[in-house]
């Protein structure tokens, strides 16, 4: 069950791994962004001055691939202006100071035999909880749930794999939370019309592997141990390895018979369906050499990473470097005041001198970035492409099919931006695409 390439990073897991989950309390200040999907960003509902509630629709909008959001606290609407979003950009947000009683709205609420719902209501709550893919990726998930007639849709493949160094909260969600994410998966398996699923985790994760085991009650869902090799848990190569169908190139895993959902995005389906609770918080890890005491925690969405890190004691010496998300696919973020979204799993900060800043030397074509793509794409080729303003020729060479793994520039010893070059020409190539 091995795939092509990769490497082996320090994974630096056992920093966090054995650290139950610790609810946060509400920060004083959430910033609700418009847009924290793939899709059209949503509009308002509220108005500066509105009271709101905790679980209230704040943001909607009418197009198929958007998500609405929702308020994460109880408080008062007090500004609607851009501000730092996890991207590194500014974007619009609903500023909302919360009242610290986190008061549910109305419509949040238990709900009985939920396993007797229609395909139809699942797929209705799904959308209107604002569920996204939480393992980094955001695509609404209502809209995985509604292939076009023509796919035929035979298995539910869930990411519990956790490749990227640091995070651990997928792991403890597996630990702590298995009968929820069983409860999700049976949901999802209804509203798709499948019978079959399988689940792949990592085997550095035995008790996660353990608790899963124990709670799934279908003989055919399996759970699946992985050997450790980053990134693993790439959508990809996650259905390659765990079903043997490819996913051709421009296709997505619905085009091979196959829906994908994060465990996160499957805890967040039983919330739900069963409780009533759109998705208004969710699990991440905040940890690295620039934290005093590294966490897993359960944060409101829109909280901002200061006040997330300052929970967790502080900086621990003097801050070099903070990524939303891990050191491998996280993005480095220029200000701490920015707030975390549906897709952020976690927090990573690094003091200062645990990295040293690479000095590119020029292309030795060693090959090295060839042996450890997963897609078999040639990193070095496309840079030099890119580098050269050659897009059309980076498409023809398969610059779209790159998932920005960084695993070439992870490897290669002239210490070449092979990743962000890469990122930058599919951004042009894409660029051209719409135009």
């Given amino acids: 069950m091995a ?21 946060m309390p509400s920060p004083e200040i959430v910033h609700i962004f418009l847009s924290q999907h793939i899709g059209a960003p949503c509009t308002q509902t509220v108005e500066k001055g509105d009271k709101v ?19 994460s606290v ?26 610290g009683q986190d008061k549910l709205h109305k419509s949040v609420k238990p709900r009985k035999n939920f396993d007797k719902l229609s395909q139809e209501k699942i797929i209705e709550l799904v959308r209107e909880a604002g569920i996204v893919g939480m393992g980094g990726a955001m695509f609404p998930t209502h809209v995985k749930l509604c292939p076009p007639e023509n796919a035929s849709i035979d298995t539910l493949v869930v990411n519990g794999a956790e490749c990227e160094p640091y995070l651990t909260c997928d792991h403890r969600l597996l630990v702590e939370e298995s009968e929820k994410i069983f409860s999700g998966m049976k949901i999802l398996m209804k509203a798709l019309g499948v019978e079959k699923a399988v689940v792949g985790i990592e085997e550095n994760k035995p008790d996660g592997i353990k608790a899963l085991s124990e709670a799934v009650e279908d003989p055919f869902i399996k759970v699946v141990s992985l050997p450790v090799k980053y990134p693993q848990g790439a959508e990809k190569i996650l259905v390659k390895v765990l079903t043997g169908r490819e996913i051709p190139t421009g296709k997505l895993p619905l085009d091979s018979g196959v829906v994908v959902e994060n465990v996160g995005t499957l805890a967040a389906v039983h919330e739900a369906v069963a409780s009533g609770k759109p998705l208004i918080e969710r699990s991440l890890t905040c940890t690295g050499s620039g934290v005093t005491e590294p966490k897993n925690l359960r944060v409101k969405i829109g909280t901002r990473m200061k006040d997330i890190i300052a929970y967790c004691g502080g900086y621990k010496g003097t801050p070099e470097r903070l990524f939303v998300g891990g050191p491998m696919m996280g993005i480095a973020q220029p200000t701490d005041e920015a707030s975390i979204i549906k897709g952020n799993n976690g927090v990573t900060v690094f003091s200062r001198g645990t990295f040293q800043d690479p000095e590119e030397s020029p292309c030795i074509r060693c090959g090295k970035c060839l042996e450890v793509c997963p897609y078999t794409l040639v990193p070095f080729y496309l840079a030099s492409l890119v580098e050269a303003g050659k897009f059309s020729r980076a498409k023809e060479w398969g610059i779209l099919d790159c998932m920005e793994c960084g695993a070439c520039g992870f490897i290669c010893p002239a210490k070449r931006f092979l990743v962000q070059r890469l990122k930058y020409g599919k951004a042009k190539v894409m660029e051209a695409g719409r135009k």
């Fill in 3 to 23: 795939f092509y390439g990769g490497v082996h990073p320090k994974y630096q897991k056992e920093i966090s791994c054995s650290k139950p989950f610790e609810s």
């Fill in 53 to 71: 509630f905790a679980g209230q629709k704040v943001g909607e909008s009418e197009a198929f691939v958007s998500a609405p959001v929702h308020s």
């Fill in 74 to 99: 109880s408080g008062v609407v007090v500004d609607v202006l851009p501000k730092p979003h996890p991207s590194g950009l500014l974007s619009p947000a609903i500023v909302i100071q919360s009242d």
